[in-house]
């Protein structure tokens, strides 16, 4: 059984790790020159910069268990949780998220009730949201239905939590807006909380009693390129085709052609670990239906490191803690482009940049995305500096930069997604051997991508 992967990034490796690792005949496609899409390190003057992500989350086993496999543990680190903070940019100061929150959900109420964060109202709302519990079991998302996850926080918290936390919160991690992406899909876990207790903030207490404390994140001492790379050199060469990409795939009974513009091969099996609008075009001449089915949005993001070595550092102020979020401006897009968060990476983990130096990792993207993608790496420094050194006061220029755009790189899962995933599956069933993963589906996060590319070749 010969299998072909389209697509060489997180997912597709993953999968082709298995088959190698199993001695089944593949052959993995991958458009670029490199392989790992958008996990990418760059190690220079002792900094190591993520341009794509920067760890994953520890609680997930898929990422830590292939690390192991690959005799890479000694590289695993975890995130410095003793200085876990993020701040709450507000009128061009930086607020912390009270301590002990997951997300948008207190563990302990007294904890807010010193923070600068919320007024009053919304301390009341947490508060009455524990007392609510019985009310909100009763009225808890049905089983099979869906809601925006602005609905469902705002079921829980009222509006000013929704906008203080929720949307900045959910913008830094899928650069999306909260109105639209479904609560069922992005946070499956509240869901189940909310079943179950009806108050979230009940069931993180009642949770906080049953576990203790875990590192939130864990990463590569080398950074995540080792891990890909890693991957890449378990796979015969003969095997990998880069700078090759896949322009249609054709069907004959059981065997699968695949073509790219020099050429056509025969397989079993196709993997496709391409991303979504790829895999749109690939399939919808097959069988239209996959034209809707795979139509969705994505958001793009713009990431710019800038790192300061220990001579320009020392006139940095940066607050102890991982970050900042800044929440989304309210009306219509007049304004200039807003920075989404920024990552103090030498405190989020250890070994990020020579002793004394500060490494900023800033992220735009969201709704201001095309207004940005088209700009110059000098406009998008420019703009970066300007806008941090509004929250952090004054920034000297930095020893060196790197600027990297990932347009649509982040799939929108809106509300319905798993339901339209079921219709996908269902469609898939009468395409045999053909199998689909990557980030649109079910996870974005790095953990989720391994264990789906290994069970797909399963
Ligand atoms: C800025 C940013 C930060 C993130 N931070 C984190 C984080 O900290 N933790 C976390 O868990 N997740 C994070 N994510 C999400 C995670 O990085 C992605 O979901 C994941 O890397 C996507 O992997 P993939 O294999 O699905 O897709 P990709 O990495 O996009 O790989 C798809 C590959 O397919 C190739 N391809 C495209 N068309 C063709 C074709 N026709 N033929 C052959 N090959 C083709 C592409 O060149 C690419 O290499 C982040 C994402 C972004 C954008």
């Given at each position: 059984m010969k299998t072909a992967v389209i697509g060489g990034g997180i997912a597709g490796l993953a999968a082709a790790y298995e088959l190698a690792r199993t001695g089944r005949p593949f052959v993995l496609y991958e458009a670029s020159p490199r392989l790992g899409g958008?996990?990418?390190?760059?190690?220079?003057?002792?900094?190591?910069?993520?341009?794509?992500?920067d760890s994953w989350v520890t609680e997930k086993p898929w990422a830590q268990t292939l690390v192991r496999e690959l005799g890479l543990e000694e590289e695993l680190i975890s995130s410095n949780d003793h200085i876990r903070r993020t701040y709450i940019a507000r009128h061009r100061q930086l607020i912390p998220i009270p301590d002990g929150m997951r997300m948008m959900v207190p563990g302990d109420l007294e904890a807010l009730r010193h923070s600068p964060l919320f007024t009053q109202d919304a301390q009341l709302a947490y508060t009455r949201e524990?007392?609510?519990?019985?009310?909100?079991?009763?009225?808890?998302l049905p089983e099979g239905s869906d809601e925006s996850v602005a609905d469902f926080v705002r079921r829980h918290f009222g509006d000013e939590v929704t906008a203080t936390l929720a949307a900045p919160l959910l913008a830094g991690v899928f650069g999306g807006s909260i109105q639209d992406l479904s609560v069922r899909a992005i946070l499956p876990a509240f869901v189940k909380m909310e079943r179950e207790y009806g108050s979230l903030v009940l069931a993180l207490q009642q949770q906080k009693r049953s576990s203790g404390p875990a590192p939130v994140?864990?990463?590569?001492?080398?950074?995540?390129?080792?891990?890909?790379?890693?991957?890449?050199?378990?796979?015969p060469a003969s095997s990998i085709r880069l700078n090759t990409s896949v322009t249609a795939l054709a069907r004959n009974g059981a065997i699968w052609r695949v073509f790219t513009p020099l050429e056509s091969e025969s397989f079993d099996a196709v993997v496709l670990a391409t991303p979504a609008d790829v895999t749109r075009s690939l399939l919808a001449p097959l069988d239209p239906a996959f034209d809707s089915l795979l139509a969705m949005d994505a958001s793009s993001a713009i990431v710019i490191a800038l790192a300061f070595l220990p001579t320009d550092a020392e006139t940095i102020q940066i607050p102890r803690g991982f970050g900042f979020l800044v929440p989304p401006a309210n009306g219509p897009l007049v304004h200039e482009p807003q920075l989404l968060a920024c990552t103090f990476v030498e405190q989020k983990f250890p070994h990020r940049a020579p002793p004394g130096a500060v490494l900023l990792r800033a992220f735009f993207?969201?709704?201001?995305?095309?207004?940005?993608?088209?700009?110059?790496?000098?406009?998008?420094?420019?703009?970066?500096?300007?806008?941090?050194?509004?929250?952090?006061?004054?920034?000297?220029?930095?020893?060196?930069?790197?600027?990297?755009?990932?347009?649509?790189?982040?799939?929108?899962?809106?509300?319905?997604?798993?339901?339209?995933?079921?219709?996908?599956?269902?469609?898939?069933?009468?395409?045999?051997?053909?199998?689909?993963?990557?980030?649109?589906?079910?996870?974005?996060?790095?953990?989720?991508l391994i264990r789906q590319g290994r069970e797909a070749v399963c």
């Amino acid at each position: 059984m010969k299998t072909a992967v389209i697509g060489g990034g997180i997912a597709g490796l993953a999968a082709a790790y298995e088959l190698a690792r199993t001695g089944r005949p593949f052959v993995l496609y991958e458009a670029s020159p490199r392989l790992g899409g958008i996990i990418q390190t760059i190690r220079r003057d002792g900094f190591i910069v993520e341009c794509g992500p920067d760890s994953w989350v520890t609680e997930k086993p898929w990422a830590q268990t292939l690390v192991r496999e690959l005799g890479l543990e000694e590289e695993l680190i975890s995130s410095n949780d003793h200085i876990r903070r993020t701040y709450i940019a507000r009128h061009r100061q930086l607020i912390p998220i009270p301590d002990g929150m997951r997300m948008m959900v207190p563990g302990d109420l007294e904890a807010l009730r010193h923070s600068p964060l919320f007024t009053q109202d919304a301390q009341l709302a947490y508060t009455r949201e524990l007392e609510r519990a019985a009310e909100l079991k009763v009225s808890a998302l049905p089983e099979g239905s869906d809601e925006s996850v602005a609905d469902f926080v705002r079921r829980h918290f009222g509006d000013e939590v929704t906008a203080t936390l929720a949307a900045p919160l959910l913008a830094g991690v899928f650069g999306g807006s909260i109105q639209d992406l479904s609560v069922r899909a992005i946070l499956p876990a509240f869901v189940k909380m909310e079943r179950e207790y009806g108050s979230l903030v009940l069931a993180l207490q009642q949770q906080k009693r049953s576990s203790g404390p875990a590192p939130v994140f864990t990463t590569l001492r080398s950074g995540l390129q080792t891990l890909t790379d890693s991957m890449a050199a378990t796979l015969p060469a003969s095997s990998i085709r880069l700078n090759t990409s896949v322009t249609a795939l054709a069907r004959n009974g059981a065997i699968w052609r695949v073509f790219t513009p020099l050429e056509s091969e025969s397989f079993d099996a196709v993997v496709l670990a391409t991303p979504a609008d790829v895999t749109r075009s690939l399939l919808a001449p097959l069988d239209p239906a996959f034209d809707s089915l795979l139509a969705m949005d994505a958001s793009s993001a713009i990431v710019i490191a800038l790192a300061f070595l220990p001579t320009d550092a020392e006139t940095i102020q940066i607050p102890r803690g991982f970050g900042f979020l800044v929440p989304p401006a309210n009306g219509p897009l007049v304004h200039e482009p807003q920075l989404l968060a920024c990552t103090f990476v030498e405190q989020k983990f250890p070994h990020r940049a020579p002793p004394g130096a500060v490494l900023l990792r800033a992220f735009f993207g969201g709704d201001d995305a095309p207004r940005l993608l088209g700009r110059s790496d000098e406009e998008l420094l420019a703009l970066a500096h300007m806008q941090l050194s509004q929250y952090l006061g004054h920034l000297p220029e930095p020893s060196f930069t790197v600027v990297r755009r990932w347009p649509r790189s982040l799939p929108q899962y809106a509300v319905g997604h798993l339901t339209k995933m079921n219709l996908l599956a269902s469609r898939l069933r009468s395409l045999p051997g053909l199998r689909l993963i990557g980030n649109a589906y079910h996870g974005v996060g790095l953990p989720d991508l391994i264990r789906q590319g290994r069970e797909a070749v399963c």
